[in-house]
């Protein structure tokens, strides 16, 4: 009889543990898309706009606080990670079948540049610009509403041909994808 209280009273304090544990602020996604039979995942956290539109992406918002602004970890907690099965080019840059980090140059809001790191593993806000595979530009427009999570999005454009978009607040940047 004693066993059986103390199983249900130790029940009992793990239910009251794991119900007050709240939602993570910046969940943890994956996006992930199969070209040409090759697949390309991106993992990130995905942080929320909360009240902040328009003081995000500004010269004093949010990530302007971040240490090695205009660069972003384009994401939150641990950098943003690109695995890909295949060679690749995304947009004018060419990436080896393999795994990297993603960053985001903002320097200038009109016009972001994917920044493609050699480097994984890291913690987001450890950037290291000697271990850039390189960059590529990216075609910015407005989403239809405001984004309120940060969301990436890999989609197949037909036979070889793919599209990575990030969007967030009141940005979407994409950039094309080419399977080797």
Same mark, same amino acid.
């Given at each position: 009889m004693k066993h059986l209280l103390v199983?249900?009273?130790?029940?009992? !304090?793990?239910? $009251?543990? =794991? !119900?007050?544990? +709240?939602?993570?602020a910046s969940p943890h996604a994956t996006e992930s898309a199969t070209i040409a039979g090759?697949? %390309?995942?991106? +993992?990130? &956290?995905?942080?929320?706009?909360? /009240?902040?539109?328009?003081? %995000? =992406?500004? +010269?004093d918002g949010l990530i302007s606080k971040?240490? #090695?602004y205009p660069v972003w970890r384009a994401g939150a907690n641990s950098a943003t990670s690109l695995h890909t099965d295949a060679d690749i080019t995304i947009g004018d840059l060419a990436v080896p079948k393999g795994d990297y980090t993603l960053f985001v140059d903002i &320097?200038?809001?009109?016009?972001?540049?994917?920044i493609v790191s050699k480097q994984t593993g890291e913690w987001g806000l450890r950037y290291d610009k000697t271990q850039d595979l390189g960059s590529t530009k990216m075609k910015m427009s407005k989403p239809v509403a405001m984004?309120?999570?940060?969301?990436?999005?890999? $989609? /197949?454009l037909g036979g070889t041909t793919g599209k990575l978009t990030l969007e967030w607040e009141d940005?979407?940047?994409?950039?094309? %994808? !080419?399977? #080797?």
């Open positions: 199983c249900t009273g130790l029940l009992v !304090a793990a239910t $009251a543990v =794991f !119900a007050q544990q +709240k939602p993570a090759k697949t %390309i995942t991106i +993992k990130y &956290s995905s942080p929320g706009v909360k /009240g902040r539109e328009g003081h %995000i =992406f500004s +010269k971040d240490p #090695h &320097s200038d809001p009109d016009n972001w540049v994917l984004v309120e999570n940060l969301k990436y999005t890999l $989609a /197949g940005h979407s940047a994409s950039v094309l %994808i !080419a399977v #080797h």
